[in-house]
């Protein structure tokens, strides 16, 4: 089951993170995701800071090989937040999940589900698989691309609210990159560049994440649209009771 978990957290833990951490899902196939998330006649009164973004997601292994998946990202920033990502002609691969009470991540193909809670995502006990902050992640979908409430300590290097440090550099009044230390002390750096108006908000088009001086993830933005009506159902996930839970 360890080995089962190891090959499929990397594309939950994008999102997500994101979002949004990655290594490779091989042969993907399945079914959709049951249920409609925009049911006529469902949708709840969207929140003014409330987004649909729809972007291609592409996971590199360390042979260098690369797997696409279409994904769509529906978010209520800082409150909840749900991922769809579909393979070769829209089959379903993996559904995402996080709630301030917790997160879970199904995935349909492989009848298996993980769930977890508060707002680092990822296998903590694997270090090869890095964990991922699920705000930060999110908020690369409306142009903010620095840590909240941060202090600048010259230099381009500053500090989380949590202690955490990081450094980052800019092309002009863009971020271009944002390097951290990962919890094995390798280096995690994002890269944003092809910054676009969506919306009147200034978002990076291109992103890419690399550990260790390798790219292991790349985001390619289509459409982010923001105040958003979402369906009910978008904040629910059912988990079959067939599915087997990784650990």
Known sequence: MLGAAKKHFPLFC??????????????????????????P??????PPDSLRAKFKLTIFDKAGKEQEFDAVLFSVPGKRYRMEL????????ASVLWQE?????????????VKGAGYMVGIFS???????H???VASIFEGKLLPEEYKDQGDGKAVEPNGRVFSYGREGEDVAWISRAGRDGKPEVTRFDGFKEFEGKKVPSHVVFERNGKKYLEIQVKTV???QPFSLGVWRLNIPKSYQRIE
């Open 101 to 113: 009470e917790g997160w879970q991540v199904v995935f349909p193909t492989e009848k298996m589900y």
């Open 41 to 46: 006649g469902s949708a709840e009164v969207a």
């Open 134 to 136: 699920i705000h930060q």
């Open 225 to 227: 649209k923001h105040g």
């Open 14 to 39: 994008v999102f997500a993170c994101a979002l949004l951490a990655v290594a490779v899902l091989c042969g993907c196939a399945g079914s959709k995701p049951s249920g409609k998330l925009d049911a």
């Open 126 to 132: 694997d270090n090869t698989v890095p964990m991922v």
């Open 86 to 93: 579909t393979g070769a002609m829209g089959i379903g691969v």
